[in-house]
Structure formats: C-alpha cells, structure tokens
C-alpha cells in the first residue's frame, strides 16, 4: 500500500490529553474539537497542517482514557491518516484481547482502512476465526414476521485469514480495453481444518449440537471439495454433533424463511462476510450486532460490527450497544463469564423496555443516555 502526503512526527506516549486537551471535553462539536487538536503536543499543529496531511506516529499514539474526540479532532484537523509503526503489531501481542471501536470514514478510499487496519491485525494476529453470534432479544423487533427470540438464536463461524482476503491477485493491461483483473480464493488444509475444528467443538459446547457448513461445492469444486472434505473427516471425531450441509444461496434462503434450523454455521471468508450481516439485519440491525476476531491462543479483537457512521458524529444518536456487546463477548473470551452474562442481561433489559428502535435517532434516548443505562444495570 502506498500513502502520499506531507508528515507530520510525533514522539512516543503521545496520549489523548494531548490530541484533545481535557478543558475542551465538554464540547461534541468537530470543528472546535479540530482547532484545539495537538495543541498540548504543539501549538502550532493545526495552523500548518494541510488536508490530506499525514501525522507518523511514535509508540503508543493515543495512548490513555479511551475517548471518542480525539479521532474526531484529527480528521476535522485535515490530517488524512495516522501511519502507526510496525511494533504497535508487537506490542499488541502482549495482551490477551483488543477492543476495537466502529472505524471508517468516506473521504477515506475504500480499502485503506480494511487492508492497514482490519485485516492487518487478524492476519499478523491468525485471528483465523471470525465469530459472529445472531440472537434476537425479547423486545427487538426483527423485520422477519412473527419471528420470536427462540427462532433466531445461531453462531456464524467464519474463516478469517484466507480466501479472497489474501490479496493474492493482479492486472494486465489495467486502464485499457483489454484489461484483466484476477483475485484467487486461497485455502490451505490447515486454515480450513482449525476452522473447522474450532466449530465443531462450539457445537458440541450447545445444546443443539448441530453444525451446518455453508458452501457452494457445485461451483467452486477446489476449494470447497477441500472443505467438505475436511468437514467429513473432522465430524468423525464428533459423533454426538448432528452435521449438515447447505449452499450459500440456501443459507440465505433458510435466514429468512426458517432461521430456527440453524445452531452453529461454519462457512469460508467471503461467504461469512455476507450472510453475518443478513444475520445482524435478521436479528434487529447493526445497532445490536457485535463479532469476535478470534486467535484461541493468542490476542483476540472484538467490535461492533457496523461502520463509523461520520453523518451522526458529534449528534449523541448512535446505538452504542453493538460496541457493549462486543465488550461482553471479550469478557467472556477472558474468562469473565459473571461479568459477560451480566453485560447481556443488561442490554436485554435494555431493549425490553426502554428502547423504541434500535435506529439511530429512533431509540428514545441518546447514546449516553443508553449507555449510562446499561452501565447502572451492570452495577445492580
């Protein structure tokens, strides 16, 4: 990846104080948030920084209290991205678990943020499972007709490192008539088995027991004949959980129609991709729907599965409980299991009976206000 722009460097431990000195926290507004940015770290920052200027950061770069202005404050600063070193990967590892707020913004060209960011930690990470549970709590409203909390209860595990994802691929001729363009789906024996493997135990670990895996073996006769193969062969080692198979257009089909069919889904990277968000769709919208990038043995990362949503910042009208949810799964990936089933209660009381829409701007409430109420929950 190539980035191109004037920089900006910043020593280590440059924490959020200084992106946003805390005398300007009570102000949500971008633009005032973007006159004051840096100005503890250099004063004279935001008077000579262009748009689409870059700011190389040193170790630790936004260190401190977790705070959603000082992101803001950079953007709205001009400063077009924030180049991290290569150690942060290292320093990363030395935890068990990253939580990862919503990232995005449209200035910024599509793929920057998913192939710097995303998918350069799962991947330096092997965060090779991507775990996306689907439930509909009471008092959600699903678009699905008559469909009840015990209809849409099912855990989607995707591969998270392979596939097309791999960015194995080119062109010839680009920008010409006679352009071709290729990207190859990539799966390797021992991707798919771990893969596998790790559904396979999450099945048996519900009382369901059951596992789909979700392909298109009439189509993609490689890569798919390699997982079904795999998926035969692994399922041999656990009698006590019901397998099936079904092709993603079915999958997707049986979403809608019949969702109570599904327990534990295994699919491939892009296949996952797409029917994790129909599944959040089915289970009230992004506004509720978290993930888990998962390394069993390693640093994991959990989030909300939504995107940023730049048109409401500074508003106080985002559904943070996605971000909460996400929360309590890595609490429960640490161990804390009271602590995460407490999360969860909270936020089903939550959307019982306080919410009146899970939409941004229709919950009755601002995204404080939301939060706050789960928070008191949590505390008793």
């Given at each position: 990846m190539n980035i191109q722009g004037r920089a900006w460097k910043f020593g280590d431990d440059v924490n959020t104080d200084e992106i946003v000195p805390a005398r300007y926290l009570n102000t949500s507004d971008p633009h005032t948030l973007a006159e004051h940015c840096m100005e503890d770290a250099d004063k004279t920052f935001v008077a000579k920084v262009r748009k689409g200027d870059l700011i190389v950061a040193g170790k630790n770069f936004g260190c401190g209290s977790s705070r959603e202005h000082a992101p803001v404050a950079i953007r709205y600063a001009g400063v077009g991205a924030v180049i991290v070193p290569d150690s942060a990967i290292d320093e990363l590892k030395k935890y068990r678990a990253i939580y990862l707020g919503a990232i995005g913004h449209p200035e910024v060209k599509p793929g920057i943020l998913e192939t710097g960011i995303l998918l350069k930690l799962r991947f330096a990470l092997d965060q090779y499972i991507n775990l996306r549970p689907v439930k509909l709590y009471p008092g959600v409203q699903s678009p699905l007709r008559d469909k009840?909390?015990?209809?849409?209860?099912?855990?989607?595990?995707?591969?998270?490192?392979?596939?097309?994802?791999?960015?194995?691929?080119?062109?010839?001729?680009?920008?010409?008539?006679?352009?071709v363009a290729i990207q190859e789906m990539i799966y390797?024996?021992?991707?798919?088995?771990?893969?596998?493997?790790?559904?396979?135990?999450?099945a048996r670990s519900r009382p369901r027991k059951k596992l789909t895996f979700c392909g298109k073996t009439n189509v993609l006769t490689y890569v798919h004949d390699l997982w079904q193969r795999v998926f035969e062969e692994v399922g041999g080692e656990y009698p006590d959980v019901q397998r099936d198979y079904a092709h993603v257009d079915a999958i997707c089909m049986w979403m809608i129609k019949n969702p109570d069919w599904f327990d534990v889904i295994v699919t491939s990277n892009?296949?996952?991709?797409?029917?994790t968000d129909l599944g959040a769709m089915i289970q009230g919208g992004m506004g509720i729907a978290a993930g888990g990038n998962i390394n069993p043995s390693g640093t994991s990362m959990f989030e909300p599965i939504g995107g940023s949503a730049p048109k409401y910042t500074g508003k106080n009208v985002i559904n943070p409980l996605a971000a909460i949810c996400a929360g309590g799964m890595m609490l429960e990936f640490l161990g804390e299991r009271e602590a995460a089933r407490a999360v969860e209660a909270a936020v089903m009381k939550v959307v019982a009976g306080k919410l009146k829409s899970l939409a941004a701007g229709k919950m009755g409430y601002g995204t404080s206000e939301v939060g706050d109420m789960v928070a008191a929950l949590v505390r008793g």
């Amino acid at each position: 990846m190539n980035i191109q722009g004037r920089a900006w460097k910043f020593g280590d431990d440059v924490n959020t104080d200084e992106i946003v000195p805390a005398r300007y926290l009570n102000t949500s507004d971008p633009h005032t948030l973007a006159e004051h940015c840096m100005e503890d770290a250099d004063k004279t920052f935001v008077a000579k920084v262009r748009k689409g200027d870059l700011i190389v950061a040193g170790k630790n770069f936004g260190c401190g209290s977790s705070r959603e202005h000082a992101p803001v404050a950079i953007r709205y600063a001009g400063v077009g991205a924030v180049i991290v070193p290569d150690s942060a990967i290292d320093e990363l590892k030395k935890y068990r678990a990253i939580y990862l707020g919503a990232i995005g913004h449209p200035e910024v060209k599509p793929g920057i943020l998913e192939t710097g960011i995303l998918l350069k930690l799962r991947f330096a990470l092997d965060q090779y499972i991507n775990l996306r549970p689907v439930k509909l709590y009471p008092g959600v409203q699903s678009p699905l007709r008559d469909k009840k909390p015990e209809d849409i209860d099912f855990v989607v595990v995707r591969e998270n490192t392979e596939d097309l994802y791999a960015g194995i691929g080119g062109f010839l001729k680009k920008g010409t008539p006679d352009e071709v363009a290729i990207q190859e789906m990539i799966y390797t024996r021992k991707g798919v088995e771990r893969c596998i493997r790790y559904a396979y135990e999450l099945a048996r670990s519900r009382p369901r027991k059951k596992l789909t895996f979700c392909g298109k073996t009439n189509v993609l006769t490689y890569v798919h004949d390699l997982w079904q193969r795999v998926f035969e062969e692994v399922g041999g080692e656990y009698p006590d959980v019901q397998r099936d198979y079904a092709h993603v257009d079915a999958i997707c089909m049986w979403m809608i129609k019949n969702p109570d069919w599904f327990d534990v889904i295994v699919t491939s990277n892009m296949f996952g991709d797409i029917i994790t968000d129909l599944g959040a769709m089915i289970q009230g919208g992004m506004g509720i729907a978290a993930g888990g990038n998962i390394n069993p043995s390693g640093t994991s990362m959990f989030e909300p599965i939504g995107g940023s949503a730049p048109k409401y910042t500074g508003k106080n009208v985002i559904n943070p409980l996605a971000a909460i949810c996400a929360g309590g799964m890595m609490l429960e990936f640490l161990g804390e299991r009271e602590a995460a089933r407490a999360v969860e209660a909270a936020v089903m009381k939550v959307v019982a009976g306080k919410l009146k829409s899970l939409a941004a701007g229709k919950m009755g409430y601002g995204t404080s206000e939301v939060g706050d109420m789960v928070a008191a929950l949590v505390r008793g």
